[in-house]
């Protein structure tokens, strides 16, 4: 999902001798990302606001955009805390290593000759703060592996065999308390082989 906002730009004019540059149109990957980066897209003014066409070279053509990111007021665009100048053609930029937070981020049209609109609207995205890494080197600590039975009710531990004591044990599967462990570390009782089994684990 992205979020684009455009808005006319206005400039006074140097020396009498361009018009001011027209829309713009700035986009921002709206959904929540635990990675600090924002790509951002837009499109390049075609149109002068006066309505006369943006010329292909020369001092009134485009050279770059310049891309502004910081805080937000409100809705609106708060403090800059950084800027990049991206060279016309291109019309993407992707800032990384943001902190966790909502980012504002707006931008310009520059030409040749080095004159600059007024910022596009503000766009945002937020930042989520990265969760913790599960424990590291979870290992049985209780040699008796469960499988796990679920009833209209309640859940059910049903012990189907053993491990070796240091067995490692996955962080990530876990259910009760109790994670899973490989199957082939395991020392069955009898003929029931559940896919998944289950121990209680320390780090």
Same mark, same amino acid.
């Given at each position: 999902?992205r979020s684009c906002v455009s808005r006319r730009l206005s400039w006074s004019s140097w020396a009498g001798c361009i018009a001011s540059l027209a829309a713009i149109a700035?986009?921002?990957?709206?959904? /929540?990302?635990? %990675? =600090?980066?924002?790509?951002?897209?837009?499109?390049?003014?075609?149109?002068?606001?006066?309505?006369?066409?943006?010329? %292909?070279?020369?001092? @009134?053509?485009?050279?770059?955009?310049?891309?502004?990111? +910081? @805080?937000?007021? =409100?809705?609106?665009?708060? @403090? &800059?805390? =950084?800027?990049q100048i991206v060279a016309t053609p291109a019309t993407t930029y992707t800032i990384t290593g943001l902190a966790a937070g909502v980012w504002c981020f707006r931008a310009?049209?520059?030409?040749?000759? =080095?004159?600059?609109?007024? /910022? !596009?609207?503000?766009?945002? *995205? !937020?930042?989520?703060?990265?969760?913790?890494? /599960?424990?590291?080197?979870? @290992?049985?600590?209780?040699?008796?592996?469960?499988?796990?039975? +679920?009833?209209?009710?309640?859940?059910?531990?049903?012990?189907?065999?053993?491990? $070796? &004591?240091? !067995?490692?044990?996955? $962080?990530?599967?876990?259910?009760? +308390?109790?994670?899973?462990?490989?199957?082939?570390?395991? !020392?069955?009782? +009898?003929?029931? *082989?559940?896919?998944?089994?289950? &121990?209680?684990?320390? &780090?």
């Open positions: 999902m700035l986009c921002v990957s709206a959904s /929540p990302a635990i %990675a =600090g980066d924002a790509a951002l897209t837009w499109t390049l003014a075609t149109q002068n606001t006066d309505g006369s066409a943006i010329a %292909a070279s020369g001092p @009134t053509s485009l050279a770059a955009t310049r891309v502004e990111w +910081g @805080t937000c007021s =409100g809705s609106d665009f708060g @403090t &800059a805390t =950084g800027q310009y049209s520059r030409t040749v000759a =080095g004159l600059e609109s007024a /910022p !596009t609207n503000a766009v945002s *995205k !937020t930042i989520l703060q990265a969760p913790p890494n /599960p424990p590291g080197n979870l @290992t049985v600590a209780a040699l008796v592996v469960y499988q796990f039975i +679920g009833t209209d009710d309640a859940v059910a531990l049903l012990p189907v065999g053993t491990v $070796p &004591a240091g !067995t490692a044990c996955d $962080p990530a599967q876990s259910v009760n +308390g109790r994670y899973a462990v490989p199957r082939a570390a395991v !020392t069955w009782y +009898g003929n029931v *082989k559940p896919r998944v089994v289950f &121990a209680q684990c320390a &780090a």
